[in-house]
């Protein structure tokens, strides 16, 4: 007997991309296109009422993006998944969100089979143990683990080793004790990756994490000093200190 079609919803906030990935999916007679997204929340909804099998899932689109659509679906109705992204920095990230595979835009046809081979080698044992059997994990929906890139090799950075992250335009400096990385991404789009009980952002350009913080000083007209395990000395700024006093009990 042929296996079931596995069908497949391809979310993307760019038509072109999901385009592309139609294409790319042409040559795979096994697979039926159930349907488009543009954005998490449509996609909420399409997952709800189409139950697809796959997904193929960009990591940023507006609103929510696809490791928070991840987080949001219950564990044992989540379909495969394979990224599809511009960002290569992602991908330790992206299998710790249970996805059998990542594919970098553009789409290159031959990685893009390579992926559908661990898709059809996962679906067979799906077909052959039923789902409820083993319950996909729940994925954590903070970051884990950070790329940057040094020289020709990608340093794996623990986020919990990190200190304090500084902006500097679409970039951050990362400092992991002694050590300095500079790291494509803007801090903005940082912050709603990381775990806020974690990291504390208390100025517009600094965010530290809470377990390095040693002291508070207060200083004039609402500004404080915060001090860390090492002697550094950072400012927090009026405007974050409420949300620095919740987070570290301050009166």
């Not at 991309?17 to 998490?40: K, P």
């Not at 599809?84 to 710790?96: K, N």
């Amino acid at each position: 007997m042929n296996a079931p079609a596995i069908r497949t919803l391809l979310i993307d906030d760019e038509v072109l991309a999901r385009l592309a990935i139609r294409q790319a999916l042409a040559s795979h007679a096994d697979v039926e296109i159930v349907g488009e997204c543009g954005n998490a929340i449509e996609a909420q909804q399409a997952i709800r009422a189409l139950e697809p099998d796959l997904l193929f899932l960009d990591i940023r689109m507006p609103g929510m993006d696809g490791f928070k659509l991840l987080h949001s679906l219950k564990p044992d109705t989540l379909p495969m998944v394979v990224f599809a992204t511009a960002f290569g920095q992602h991908a330790l990230r992206a299998f710790d969100a249970n996805a059998l595979d990542y594919v970098l835009k553009p789409i290159d046809q031959e990685r893009f089979d390579q992926a559908m081979v661990r898709v059809r080698q996962h679906w067979r044992g799906l077909q052959a143990v039923p789902r409820v059997a083993a319950p996909a994990p729940v994925a954590n929906p903070y970051l884990q683990r950070l790329s940057v890139q040094q020289g020709e090799h990608i340093r794996v950075i623990p986020v919990a080793d990190i200190d304090w992250f500084r902006a500097d335009g679409n970039y951050v400096h990362i400092r992991v004790g002694a050590a300095s990385y500079l790291h494509r991404e803007s801090l903005r789009h940082l912050l709603g990756t990381l775990d806020p009980t974690r990291f504390l952002r208390i100025h517009r350009g600094i965010v530290v994490n809470v377990e390095r913080i040693r002291e508070v000083h207060p200083l004039f007209q609402g500004n404080a000093e915060v001090v860390l395990q090492d002697g550094t000395r950072l400012n927090l700024s009026r405007r974050f200190r409420a949300q620095a006093r919740g987070v570290l009990g301050m009166a």
